[in-house]
Each structure stands twice: as C-alpha cells, then as structure tokens.
C-alpha cells in the first residue's frame, strides 16, 4: 500500500508539472461519462479457509477416506463486469480531475470442492460431495487526476491515475452439498454465507481515448489497471436449508449447531484465550456471542477495458 501511495504522489506531481507547462488555451469545462467494463483476473492468490475447509479440491476413492487427489483452488475476485457514472472537470487543455461511482459484480469463484468424502459411519456409511462459490459485488468512489495528452482528427488520448474507495459491498459464498449413501441421495444442503469488509483502499491507473462524434457528444475507450486486498471484519450465514426447508435456526441432520455462534463470525488479527474461540478458549466459549476467527484477505486485483459515452457541457 506504502508503494502505491508513493507511485501516486510521484505520477500526480510528474502530471501537475506537464500541465503547468501547457498554455491556458481552454476555457474550465465539466463533462460527464457513462461506461461499463469488463475486467480480466491479474494476480492470483489462493483463497482463503471457507467454514474451517482449505480451499482445495478434493476427490476421494470409493471407500470415502483415501485421497485420490488435491488441487489448489486459488485466483482473483477481479475479474467481472462493472458500470459506472463519472463526473469531470478541466482545469485547462491539459489537466483535469475526475469523480466516479462504480458497480461492480465479480465472476463466480469456485473456492472449495469435496467429492466422495466419508463423514460419517454410523448407521450406514455417509459420504459428502459439495463446492463453495464466492462472488463480490461492491460500489466504489473512484477519484483521479486526468493528464489529456492533445486532440488530432478528433480522437483525444489521455492518461489517469488515482484511487479506489469501496463504500459498500460483500463477497457471497454460496455452498452446495449432497450427503449420500449406497442407496442413493440422503439430503441436499444449501447456505449462504455474507462477509462484510473492513475499510480499505485502492490504486487504478488508466490509458484512454475519446473520439468526438458531435460537438459535445464523444465516444471513449479506456484500459484500466486496479489492485488492492480486502479483509474480512464480519461474516453472517443468512441462509440455510436442507432438502428446501429451512433450517437457519433449527438443528438438522447435517448442521445439528444452529447456535447465534455458528450463525455469526467477528474478523480478528489475533485470537487469544480471551478470544471468543473454540480453538483457543474452549471452556469460556460463549455460544449466545459471535465467534472469533482470524481475519483473511481477497483480491479484487484485474486489467479491463471500458467502452462508454461523454457528454461535455
């Protein structure tokens, strides 16, 4: 993070001192933008532990204890679709700031997968096949300073740097499994984990082109480079069912702990025998209190190109 506020200060005095070379010829202008993006994943990272699951997968033989084999499951949340509006204003020919509220949506990540485990021996073997899929959605602000490089035949290159400010979002994880024996299918089980962030920022930085196709009226492409890490502050499961009813509240078969603790979870750097954990503080465990459990990072890291209109008044 210390690296990118550094390169953004650097490229923010490098592009005030190129504009402040540059004659006035332009009156002050506003112009607005309307564009959406698709981005493509950079920098995979593995994932991290999903409801104490390692993000693998794995496929077991027929007897449900041997392991057959393992395969990290590991990527980026940033690649998906994103739309947006953007305000501008110009201070000159050169030099111009801008202000963008984005949507993003993120592709569907697979996180963990099991096949064939055997989970349980009694009264007949029980063997569990499932995955968890995560996905982000999220709204950011986007601040940037904008470096308009001259007009010719009416296209406009410019370049941009600033930063990302997520205001709202989270990363659903949805999980599937299907519990069996050598009869067939027992149960089927569905939840819906929510995991809420903890404030954090970005850094993007932009190459594009406007095309003028009227006297205010323009086209414009961008490509877009963004990285930054989110780490969870909270997680809540909002949904849980087996074989369709719902069983958030109740014990089942397959989740006989339907307590406040294995509903809710508390992000923490560090657990301690004061922490509200199993793992650590087995005896003053709490089941009325949210479970403490070591915070993890995602990210949102990816390249995209964006496609939209500006209107310049």
């Not at 027992?186 to 404030?199: F, G, I, L, Q």
Request: proline fraction near 3%.
């Amino acid at each position: 993070m210390k690296k990118h506020l550094l390169l953004i200060g650097l490229m923010v005095c490098s592009l005030t001192t190129m504009a402040q070379t540059e004659n006035t010829d332009k009156p002050e202008s506003w112009y607005f933008k309307l564009g959406g993006s698709y981005f493509i994943q950079t920098a995979a990272t593995e994932f991290p532990i999903v409801n104490g699951q390692l993000p693998n997968t794995d496929v077991y033989a027929a007897d449900g204890t041997t392991l057959i084999s393992r395969e990290t499951n590991h990527g980026s949340f940033g690649e998906g679709f994103r739309s947006g509006l953007t305000a501008g204003y110009r201070f000159s020919t050169r030099l111009g700031v801008e202000m963008g509220i984005n949507y993003y949506s993120s592709a569907d990540k697979l996180m963990v997968e099991t096949r064939n485990r055997l989970v349980a021996t009694s009264p007949t073997n029980i063997f569990v096949t499932g995955d968890a899929v995560g996905k982000i959605r999220a709204w950011d602000l986007s601040p940037a300073l904008v470096l308009f490089l001259g007009e010719a035949k009416g296209f406009e290159p410019y370049t941009k740097v600033g930063v990302i400010v997520p205001i709202h979002g989270d990363l659903t994880i949805e999980t599937n499994r299907e519990y069996s024996t050598a009869a067939g299918v027992m149960a089927k089980t569905y939840s819906e984990d929510v995991v809420k962030p903890n404030p954090t920022i970005g850094f993007m930085a932009a190459i594009g082109s406007s095309y003028k196709i009227g006297k205010k009226l323009a086209l414009f492409a961008e490509i877009e480079y963004r990285n930054f890490t989110v780490h969870g502050k909270t997680k809540e499961t909002t949904v849980f069912t087996e074989n369709g009813v719902d069983k958030l509240h109740t014990p089942s078969t397959f989740r006989q702990d339907a307590s406040y603790s294995a509903i809710h979870t508390n992000y923490v750097d560090k657990l301690t025998t004061s922490s509200n954990s199993k793992v650590t503080n087995s005896a003053g465990f709490d089941n009325t209190k949210a479970t403490d459990d070591i915070s993890s990072y995602v990210g949102i890291s990816g390249v995209g190109l964006t496609f939209g209109l500006r209107y310049s008044l």
